[in-house]
């Protein structure tokens, strides 16, 4: 299984965003999160991406890679 920052799966990113509806901007993103009990470095990443608005949940994982390729760099 693929793991993200702090090793963290995408589907434990995914839960933590569970009940959000689409499209959702970062912001509801961030606040569906702290509601679901996100860790920290879930959050540094959500509120490390762009400030838009996600039309889906891939979308969402897609911003969260390139979150987490910066982070590592």
């Known amino acids: 299984m693929t793991r ?11 839960h933590h965003l569970k009940g959000i509806h689409f499209p959702a901007k970062k912001q509801d993103l961030i606040q569906q999160a702290k ?11 959500l509120n ?17 890679g390139e979150v987490e390729r910066g982070m590592q760099s």
Do not use: Y
């Open 48 to 64: 490390g991406m762009e400030d838009q608005e996600f039309a889906s949940i891939a979308e969402v994982m897609k911003a969260v």
């Open 4 to 14: 993200g920052l702090g090793g963290h799966s995408p589907a434990n990113v995914t």
């Open 35 to 45: 509601k679901n009990g996100a860790e920290k470095d879930i959050m540094d990443v």
